[in-house]
């Protein structure tokens, strides 16, 4: 019963290092999202990948990438890490055609860009 | 854009305190309106929606009314409980061609609720 599964929950980086968050989902879901939570500032879309093979941009997505590994699996790339980067990622997913607040939320990635 | 604005915090209560937490939005069309929370050390739960006007959610004594005219969504619980304490974060969305619809997320605001 994992649902929506975020590794690692902290990471600390350097400035210009790279890293590569991983995400995955055990709920046979066709869409899956990458957010961004910084205080005062709710949650921002980064990319989402509507189906596998595809993605596409979301509110903030300079700075990153993101592969739509297969099914299950969608990781965000931070190639060049900035200090602007640091926040709360969260991933989820949900099945296609559903109503958008089904939504299933990771709990989350804590990174800090020192 | 489309818009969420939540009241200022964070805010403090007393355990079976009134809670009420404002929400208003901005957008083009016809949002459907949702309250999310966010218990310490979890990812965003689905708290309440409505999806059209006068329509009320409610959800573990959670109470929100969608209002069309005041364009706001306001968060009711008549008595909080120290379970309660959580992020919430009001939300809205509007349908958007080729995938789910997209959600935009006002800023959250932290309750604590005290014994």
Known sequence: NAGVTQTPKFQVLKTGQSMTLQCAQDMNHNSMYWYRQDPGMGLRLIYYSASEGTTDKGEVPNGYNVSRLNKREFSLRLESAAPSQTSVYFCASARQGASVEKLFFGSGTQLSVL | ?115
């Open chain 2, 1 to 115: 854009g489309d818009s969420v604005t939540q009241m200022e915090g964070p805010v403090t209560l007393s355990e079976e305190a009134f809670l009420t937490i404002n929400c208003t939005y901005t957008a083009t069309g016809y949002p459907s309106l949702f309250w999310y929370v966010q218990y310490p050390g979890e990812g965003l739960q689905l708290l309440l929606k409505a999806t059209k006007a006068d329509d009320k959610g409610s959800n573990k004594g959670f109470e929100a009314t969608y209002r069309k005219e005041t364009t706001s969504f306001h968060l009711e619980k008549g008595s909080v409980q120290v379970s309660d304490s959580a992020v919430y974060f009001c939300a809205l969305a509007l349908p958007h061609t080729g995938a789910n619809s997209k959600l935009t997320f006002g800023k959250g605001i932290t309750l604590s609720v005290r014994p």
